[in-house]
C-alpha cells in the first residue's frame, strides 16, 4: 500500500458525460500528480501541483482540468467525455517536486 | 519534445535466466532516470539514477547510468517468477522536474 487513495477504482460513463476522479496523497506528501495510462500510450503525464499550484503540465486535453485543495487533496475533472478518454488514471505524490513516486492504484474509466 | 524509449517491448525468459532492460532517452534539462515495476495495478519505485557510471544494486535487481550516451539499464539476475511485471522507465527533467515515461517493457518469466 503506497498510501496514496484514489477513488472511484472503477467508473463506466457514457460519452458527453462528465467525471471527477478524486486523490489523496500520502500524508506530508506536497506534490500531486496525474498520468493516463492506456495499452497503446503508456503512462501519459498530465498535470503536477505543489502545495496547490500547478507546477507543470503535460499533454492534458482542454476537456480536462485539475486542481489541488489546500487540504493537498486533488481531483481530476473529464468533460465531454469520448470513447477514446477510456484509459486508467494513475494519480501519484511526492514529498517535494522531485524524486521517487508514490501510485496509488488507479481509476479505471471506461466510456461507453 | 522529451522522448524516453525503451527495449526490448516484451521479452520472454525461462526462471534462472539473466535479462538486460534497455531505456534511452532525450530530454532537456535532464536530472534523474527513475525505473519502476508494474505488476497488476500502480507501479512501485525501484531505482533512481542521477550520475553516470555508480551501479544501483538492490538484490537481484542493478542499474547504470551513462549520461554521455545517453541511456540506462537495468538487470535482473536469476529470475523468477515473481519478477514477471513490465518495467517503466522513466526521465526527470527541466526546471520544473518533470517526469515522461517509456512505454515499458513487459517481462515474463516462466518456470
Known amino acids: 500500500d503506497s498510501g496514496v487513495t484514489q477513488t472511484p477504482k472503477h467508473l463506466i460513463t457514457a460519452t458527453g458525460q462528465r467525471v471527477t476522479l478524486r486523490c489523496s496523497p500520502r500524508s506530508g506528501d506536497l506534490s500531486v500528480y496525474w498520468y493516463q495510462q492506456s495499452l497503446d500510450q503508456g503512462l501519459q503525464f498530465l498535470i503536477q501541483?505543489?502545495?496547490?499550484?500547478?507546477?507543470a503540465k503535460g499533454n492534458i486535453l482542454e476537456r480536462f482540468s485539475a486542481q489541488q485543495f489546500p487540504d493537498l487533496h486533488s481531483e481530476l475533472n473529464l468533460s465531454s467525455l469520448e470513447l477514446g478518454d477510456s484509459a486508467l488514471y494513475f494519480c501519484?505524490?511526492?514529498?517535494?517536486?522531485?524524486?521517487?513516486?508514490?501510485f496509488g492504484e488507479g481509476s479505471r474509466l471506461t466510456v461507453l | 519534445e522529451d522522448k524516453v524509449v525503451q527495449s526490448p517491448l516484451s521479452l520472454v525468459v525461462h526462471e534462472g535466466d539473466t535479462v538486460t532492460l534497455n531505456c534511452s532517452y532525450e530530454?532537456?534539462?535532464?536530472?534523474?532516470l527513475l525505473w519502476y515495476k508494474q505488476e497488476k495495478k500502480a507501479p512501485t519505485f525501484l531505482f533512481m539514477l542521477?550520475?553516470?557510471?555508480i551501479e544501483k544494486k538492490s538484490g537481484r535487481l542493478s542499474s547504470i547510468l551513462d549520461k554521455k550516451e545517453l541511456f540506462s539499464i537495468l538487470n535482473i539476475t536469476a529470475t523468477q517468477t515473481g519478477d514477471s511485471a513490465v518495467y517503466l522507465c522513466a526521465v526527470e527533467s527541466g526546471s520544473n522536474y518533470k517526469l515522461t515515461f517509456g512505454k515499458g517493457t513487459l517481462l515474463t518469466v516462466n518456470p
Open positions: 542521477t550520475s553516470s557510471g
Open positions: 501541483y505543489y502545495n496547490g499550484e500547478e507546477r
Open positions: 501519484a505524490s511526492s514529498v517535494d517536486a522531485t524524486g521517487e513516486l508514490f
Open positions: 530530454v532537456t534539462n535532464f536530472r534523474s
